[in-house]
C-alpha cells in the first residue's frame, strides 16, 4: 500500500509557486496549462461562495374564543438563510456556477400575547404568516470565498481584479498570475504583504 501524499496548505502552495517563478524553465513548463495546483498538478479549479441572508416576518394567532379579539399573539421572527454556492473557474478566470444549497435558521425575537386562553389552547400552531414587508437583506460581512482544485482539495490563494471583491479572480497558482495586479482575498493580506505580493503604492 503506497503513502499517500499529503496536501499542501493553501500558503504553502503559494510558497511553493513563488519560488517556481523564480525557475525560468519551471515558469516555461507551467505555461503549458493555466490552472496548475501545486498540490497535485491538477489543471481544474473550482469556486465556493458562502454568505447568509436574513428578513424578519410578522405571524399572527387568530384568537378563535369567545373574547373575539383581533389576534392572540403577534410574534416577530427572525429568519436566516446560510447559502453555499459551488462554481468552475473558467478560462477566462469567471466561475460557472453549478450547485447551489442553504440552511434556515428560525429565531423568535419578540411575542406579544392578547389571550392566553388561546396561545396555551390545541390551535397554537395555527399561525398565519403576514406576507408583506419582507425585505431581504444579504449580510456582507458573511461573505466567504474559497478556491480550490477540483482534483485534490487544496486550498489556492487568490486574488481578485478589483478592489472589494470585484472582477476575475485569479488564483496565485495559475500561469498568468501577476500579485502586483491583483487585489488579495482579505484574509490574504498580511501574508501577501509578507511576500512583497501587494502593488507597490502608486504602481499601475
Not at 174 to 181: C, G, L, R, T, V
Amino acid at each position: 500500500m503506497g503513502i499517500r501524499k499529503r496536501v499542501l496548505t493553501a500558503a504553502e502552495g503559494a510558497d511553493l509557486v513563488a519560488a517556481m517563478r523564480l525557475e525560468g524553465k519551471t515558469a516555461q513548463e507551467r505555461q503549458r496549462y493555466l490552472y496548475n495546483c501545486a498540490s497535485c498538478g491538477s489543471h481544474n479549479f473550482s469556486v465556493v461562495y458562502q454568505f447568509d441572508d436574513e428578513k424578519t416576518i410578522t405571524e399572527t394567532l387568530p384568537c378563535t374564543c369567545d373574547n373575539s379579539l383581533d389576534c392572540a399573539a403577534i410574534r416577530e421572527i427572525l429568519v436566516t438563510r446560510s447559502h453555499t454556492r459551488t462554481g468552475t473557474l473558467t478560462g477566462e478566470h469567471r466561475v460557472t456556477w453549478g450547485e447551489s444549497d442553504f440552511e434556515t435558521n428560525r429565531e423568535e425575537v419578540d411575542l406579544t400575547v392578547e389571550c392566553r386562553d388561546c396561545f396555551n389552547g390545541e390551535d397554537n400552531t395555527q399561525w398565519v404568516e403576514d406576507n408583506e414587508g419582507k425585505n431581504i437583506e444579504e449580510l456582507e460581512d458573511s461573505q466567504y470565498w474559497e478556491v480550490h482544485c477540483e482534483s485534490c482539495g487544496h486550498e489556492i490563494e487568490f486574488g481578485w481584479s478589483h478592489p472589494d471583491r470585484g472582477g476575475r479572480i485569479w488564483p496565485c497558482e495559475s500561469a498568468d498570475f501577476n500579485p502586483w495586479k491583483t487585489v488579495p482575498e482579505p484574509r490574504f493580506v498580511e501574508v501577501w504583504k509578507k511576500r512583497g505580493w501587494l502593488r507597490p503604492s502608486g504602481r499601475k
